[in-house]
């Protein structure tokens, strides 16, 4: 049991949260909820022991092992990927070789009754004591496993961790944190960068195998499948729910329509007994009545109601310029890389007004094959673009073209076209770019700011295909509604590359899979492709 005891931040005179205090017990599964700027991640870091509150404190068992994965970590680059991922036993590994140390001293030595050979005897016999305490384990056997679980192939294995992007990186990073079974696992965003076979993997695992876990996440479909209890920070302090995301959000509606009801009646009770001060105030057989109800306003305290988003904004695109019959015709398509077949002989077209969604682990050609759409590499086969087809594309690295010298508004000015004009702060605070944010220079902001604001300038584009790689990875789950809601109306063409199910799930009509060096077409909606992809990966996880 872990307990975190009186937490408060405070900084430049302005506090975060204070007085926090919960207990993390052994099989609980947290989703830790809030808005961004609200605390989440300050919160996990201080349980992480990686920040020091301003006061408060965690307290846990002495032998507890608490994990943690950042949103943003470096990992070192002088080793393959199994032997990073096998430094999740390292303190196993450096028992063993110091047993074996000891083991061959005394074998040589003949000191009996020394001090130094009586203290070896001890030193072998407490490390043994707790070495085969442990439970045996095939240790090459499990680190295969976390990492093919994560997306690697078994060719991966030796290739050197500086090879990888720092996507993969952080699958390297969860690998050894999942092998370490620690008593409590912290994870900040964990599903930013895997696909959805790996997320699959990962969920079986927080749910089947981890002990307790604490994690922040806008993907719903995740923590909804993994959590049991939902933690809310908000206004400077928490809520405690034993309740998954969906049910959290019913049990908080139903909370803020109970304070709202209180804040109403004691605003109408300060109100009555203003206008009694008022009306007697200076009436002499009325002082003491006066007085009272004076002190009385003086020591109330005033119900406060919590936050809540009251924005209902319904964002559209603009209309589409009508395109021709099929705005993308890819025909025996190959790719590869020296040695590395990314795909063979592809072929696909999409109709116009289509929503279509490219799915498959991540390395299987997704990116590769946009990118041969858009004409930015060079392939074997046929790759057309149709009639007056005009191009919206929203890359994994767009926040890097935007220009920094603008700032926020002026970027979404420079597209924003006829009326919607005037609803650009509206759009900009569904994004969550509000008051003084909105004059930031764009070089000022974060990559996740930047994303965001790369998204919102595309939506206000005019263009009738749309292609989006990995659109939600810096979004908020009300960021991601707004989005999708505007996909669901957009009446021309959509390519969607997303590991987000909840985001994906009601958009798409049709799916190409990217498997095998192959891309095979399902004529099903999304939905049914993953409801049939998840059983089947289901199915062939080997967790027991």
């Known amino acids: 049991m872990i307990s975190v005891d009186g937490l408060a931040v405070e900084f430049s005179g302005e506090t975060l949260f204070s007085d926090v205090s919960f207990v993390v017990n052994e099989n609980d599964k947290i989703a830790l909820m809030g808005k961004n700027g609200a605390g989440k991640s300050t919160m996990m870091k201080i349980i992480a022991g990686a920040q020091k509150p301003t006061r408060g404190k965690v307290n846990a068992p002495k032998d507890a092992v608490i994990a943690y994965l950042p949103q943003h970590l470096l990992t070192e680059d002088d080793c393959t990927v199994f032997e990073e991922a096998a430094k999740a036993f390292k303190e196993i590994f450096s028992m063993r070789d110091e047993i074996d140390s000891i083991n ?7 000191d009996y009754e020394s001090a130094e050979y009586s203290g070896l005897i001890d030193r072998v016999s407490d490390l043994g004591e707790k070495f085969y305490a442990i439970e045996e384990i095939n240790y090459d056997g499990e680190i295969e496993k976390a990492l093919k679980g994560l997306g690697f192939k078994r060719e991966d294995f030796h290739r050197q961790t500086s090879e990888f992007s720092g996507g993969w990186r952080m699958r390297i990073e969860l690998a050894k944190i999942l092998l370490q079974k ?15 076979e790996s997320v699959l993997w990962l969920e079986h695992f ?34 405690d729910y034993k309740a998954n995301y969906s049910h959290y959000l019913q049990l908080r509606e139903d909370r803020r329509m109970h304070q709202q009801k209180a804040y109403d009646e004691q605003q109408k009770e300060i109100a009555d007994i203003k206008g009694f001060i008022e009306r007697f105030r200076g009436t002499y057989s009325k002082t003491n009545q006066v007085n009272s109800r004076e002190r009385m306003l003086e020591k109330m305290k005033i119900i406060e109601v919590d936050e809540i988003d009251t924005s209902a904004l319904r964002l559209r695109f603009p209309a589409a310029p009508r395109s021709g019959d099929y705005p993308v015709t890819v025909s025996d398509l190959s790719k590869q890389y020296d040695d590395h077949v990314v795909f063979k002989n592809a072929s696909l077209s999409v109709s116009r ?69 005037t609803q650009i702060k509206s759009i900009l605070g569904g994004f969550m770019f509000s008051g003084d944010d909105i004059d930031k220079k764009v070089s000022m902001l974060s990559g996740g700011e930047r994303t965001r604001l790369a998204m919102v300038k595309l939506l206000l584009e005019p263009v009738n295909l749309l292609i989006l790689d990995e659109p939600t990875n810096h979004l908020d789950i009300k960021s991601k509604d707004v989005l999708k809601e505007a996909l669901k109306t957009f009446d021309g063409t959509l390519i969607l590359v997303s ?28 939905d049914a492709f993953l409801e049939r992809n998840r059983i089947e990966n289901i199915k062939q996880l080997d967790l027991n």
């Open 104 to 110: 061959k001293q005394l074998e040589t030595r003949t």
């Open 353 to 421: 007004g289509e929503k279509v969604s490219f799915v498959g682990r991540n390395g299987e050609g997704k990116s590769t094959m946009i990118k041969a759409i858009l004409g930015e590499i060079e392939v074997e086969g046929k790759c057309d673009l149709g009639h007056n087809v005009k191009v919206g594309y929203f890359a994994q690295n767009q926040a890097a073209l935007l220009d920094p010298s603008l700032t926020v508004f002026q970027t979404v000015d420079e597209v924003a076209k006829g009326e919607i004009r």
């Open 499 to 526: 590991h987000d199910r909840d985001f994906l799930m009601g958009l798409s009509e049709k799916v190409f899979e990217f498997k095998d060096k192959r891309v095979i077409e399902h004529f099903e909606t999304i």
């Open 182 to 196: 620690p008593d409590l696992i912290l994870l900040d965003e964990p599903t930013n960068h895997i696909d959805i």
């Open 206 to 239: 927080l749910v089947h195998k981890a002990k307790a876990v604490i994690v922040i996440s806008h993907d719903r479909t995740f923590i909804d499948n993994i959590t049991n209890r939902t933690i809310e920070v908000t206004m400077g302090r928490i809520y």
